[in-house]
Structure formats: C-alpha cells, structure tokens
C-alpha cells in the first residue's frame, strides 16, 4: 500500500476532529458539547455585600435610641448613632446616604428597654420599607436584669436572634444586616461609678445586675459582675456564628464591645448610656465596618 501523504494525513485528521465534533466526544468519554467557535463570556457575580446601601432600618435597644443622650431618662433619636441627623454624631445613616436621603430614606424601629426576643416583631416592622440594609445592636437589656437568674438564657438569645435573621429573610433576601457587638457592660461600671450622680441614677433600675451595689467589692459582687460579663461575652460569640452562616451578614468582630468608653462618651445623667460623643463614635464603628472590605 502506497504511505499516505503529508496532505493526505493532514485531511483526514481534519475529517476525523469534524466527526469527534459533531458526534459531541471528549478525551474522557463524556457528553460535553462540542466546540461553536464563539468564546463564552461567564457573567461576574454581584458582589455579596453593597458598601453603599441606598436605605437603612434600625433595630435595637435605648442605644440606638439615644436614650439618656440629650435629656434625662429620656430618648433622643435624633442623636442614634444608626439613624439620627445631628451633625455633632454624623449617623451612620448621614454617612451612607447623605443628610437629605437620610431624612427620607432610614428609619428607627429600636425601642428603649428592648430584648433579643423582641427583636423579631422590630424585624418585621423593618422589612415593610424594604432596607437594604438593617442595623443591629441588642442584647444589652438581656443581661440588664434584675438579678443574674432573670438573665436570658443563652440557647434563648440565640433562638430569638436566628428568628429576627429568619423574618427579615422571607421577604427581602438580599437586604444586609450589620451586627453591633454587645457593649462591654463591667467597663461602663468601672467608669461610672466614679460619678456621684451616675450611681443615683443607677439606683433606678438601670442595669441592676451589673450596677447594682455599686461601691460594692467583696467576692459576691466581684462574682455576680463577672457572671454578667460571661453573659455578655457568650451572647457576642452568638452573635458572630449565626451572622457567619448569612452571607449578607456583617458582624462588628466585638468593635462595639471592644471599645474604651470613657467619661466623655458615656450620659452626664446615668454614665452608662452613650453620650452624644459616643454615639458619634459607634456611628464611625459602623461605618467603618459596613464600607470596609473584610466584616
């Protein structure tokens, strides 16, 4: 038989790739589809978290309510550091949307005294403006009892968290959550209690299992405090893992319970609220967190 040319090879091999081709073969046997001559082109993701929401809801407790910020005993949400407009704490909600959009475009559901376990029926007055972005910040209240036995429950905590994330997400999927940490409640005792009238106040029923007793520091105290704290700590670390499981989700890493209130930051009523520089304070926490890359 006569060797095939160099042409003759290069024919049939042209042939028999148009064959493999349409008969749709790979290298391996499968049935993927043979070549169309046009480049796919995938399509980029949208990004998992929007550094410029255009609308916010808050939800939450007397912080977020600037309770004891401007008056005694009193809220205050103009100075919120989530939704308020006064210049002197620059909102998170003024930062992100600008003072007019703020105006018309973020809303305070928080209410002052408020627990974990109202949080889902806050979530749900939220979801009817459709935020695409709710702030976060309760659990405070839940260790505020009236002794450390009526604190909330962990496993309850985390239930009731789990129920407001569930509620928002029904209806609005892709809406965003920023997630405050619990403050640190023994710092606001520790710094408080060199106030004379701080302690009266105290003497009111703010936060009676952390400052109840106040200049008290025998070993029962010193337990019951420490006992409070715990709480507070085992109530962040839930706040973190159920936020980490919803990817639109952002935790503040413990920012808010990090950070070094003093004098100046906390009510000339009660010196345990955030004043109005420490709201602006939690506002550039927030801030920072919800426009930074990395939660």
Not at 58 to 73: K, N
Not at 123 to 147: E, I
Not at 152 to 177: I, M
Not at 263 to 292: C, M
Request: net charge positive.
């Amino acid at each position: 038989m006569r060797k095939p040319s160099h042409r003759s090879r290069t024919v049939l091999a042209a042939v028999a790739a148009t064959v493999l081709g349409v008969a749709g073969c790979d290298a391996v046997g499968g049935n993927s589809a043979g070549p169309t001559g046009i480049k796919a082109h995938s399509a980029k993701p949208a990004p998992a978290w929007d550094v410029s929401p255009r609308s916010i809801a808050a939800v939450g407790d007397s912080i977020t309510r600037g309770f004891d910020a401007c008056t005694v005993l009193s809220d205050c949400p103009e100075v919120s550091w989530a939704t308020g407009s006064s210049a002197k704490v620059d909102s998170l909600a003024v930062r992100l949307l600008g003072k007019a959009q703020a105006a018309e475009r973020s809303w305070n559901y928080a209410v002052t005294g408020a627990r974990m376990a109202d949080l889902p029926g806050q979530m749900a007055q939220a979801v009817t403006r459709r935020p695409q972005l709710v702030t976060v910040m309760a659990g405070a209240n839940d260790a505020c009892r009236a002794s450390i036995a009526a604190m909330t429950s962990v496993e309850s905590f985390r239930a009731d968290f789990q129920d407001a994330l569930s509620t928002l997400r029904r209806s609005l999927p892709k809406t965003q959550v920023y997630v405050a940490s619990v403050p640190n409640l023994k710092r606001l005792w520790s710094e408080g209690r060199t106030n004379p009238l701080g302690k009266q106040v105290w003497k009111l029923g703010i936060c009676p299992s952390m400052l109840g007793d106040a200049d008290a520091l025998d070993s029962a105290a010193t337990l019951r405090r420490d006992t409070v704290q715990k709480r507070v700590e085992a109530y962040n670390k839930v706040l973190e893992e159920v936020c980490a499981k919803d990817r639109r989700c952002r935790f503040d890493g413990g920012a808010v319970y990090d950070y070094r209130f003093g004098t100046a930051q906390l009510s000339q009523w009660d010196w345990f609220h955030p004043s109005v520089n420490g709201q602006a304070r939690l506002a550039e926490i927030a801030y920072r967190k919800v426009t930074g890359k990395k939660a």
